[in-house]
């Protein structure tokens, strides 16, 4: 079975531009969550989604947007990029709806802004 | 809420030596436990997890970890360090209830080097 697609892998763009990153989970999980990885702010949650809906939201600026298929893939959305926007973007999926259910990671896109 | 807290950014052993990766962590709510393993230029790949059930958790790669909600701990160890498991390592909360929904709380992330 394939793991976690996401793509680009790698992307630059300059401040002010807006960028669409892209997930595909495993076959046959509904559940996708995406994370933000930086050096100082470690892996931190941006948003659920599970069945075209979003279930759970974290801390970010409203410029982060998600949004899922039918398929359940997922895609999320950075407008007017900032330099601190610089990061490791990672998905991950999951069979079900529980929060027990273990969360299967993609390899991440790469996101630098210059 | 829940919160976690790796102690020790960096740890080094030598190859063969014990490996001691500690996680406490802070839920009010009966918490799932998790710790992933992230190779350079990778995403995180899941070692083992505790749900309900036995406190010691086996994981894959000879890694194990304990539960103890007296102590808010879930250490990371494995008997015999190997080369290989050279790599960055994240323990990580999960509660439950919608507010827990897809969402993993991470410890800020240890970095494990081991030297021949």
């Known amino acids: 079975k394939a793991g976690v697609t996401q793509t680009p892998r790698y992307l630059i763009k300059t401040r002010g531009q807006q960028v669409t990153l892209s997930c595909s989970p495993i076959s046959g999980h509904r559940s996708v969550s995406w994370y933000q990885q930086t050096p100082g702010q470690g892996l931190q949650f941006l948003f659920e989604y599970f069945s075209e809906t979003q279930r759970n939201k974290g801390n970010f600026p409203g410029r982060f947007s998600g949004r899922q298929f039918s398929n359940s893939r997922s895609e999320m959305n950075v407008s007017t990029l900032e330099l601190g926007d610089s990061a490791l973007y990672l998905c991950a999926s999951s069979t079900v709806a529980g929060t027990q259910e273990t969360q299967y990671f993609g390899p991440g896109t790469r996101l630098l802004v210059l | 809420a829940q919160s976690v807290t790796q102690l020790g950014s960096h740890v080094s052993v030598s190859e063969g030596a014990l490996v001691l990766l500690r996680c406490n962590y802070s839920s009010s709510v009966p918490p799932y436990l998790f710790w992933y393993v992230q190779y350079p230029n990778q995403g995180l790949q899941l070692l083992l997890k505790?749900?309900?059930?036995?406190?010691l958790v086996k994981g894959i790669n000879g890694f194990e970890a304990e539960f103890k909600k007296s102590e808010t701990s879930f250490h990371l160890t494995k008997p015999s360090a190997h080369m290989s498991d050279a790599a960055e390592y994240f323990c990580a909360v999960s509660g439950t209830g919608g507010t827990s929904y897809g969402k993993l709380t991470f410890g800020q992330g240890t970095i494990l080097t081991v030297h021949p």
């Open positions: 505790y749900t309900t059930g036995a406190t």
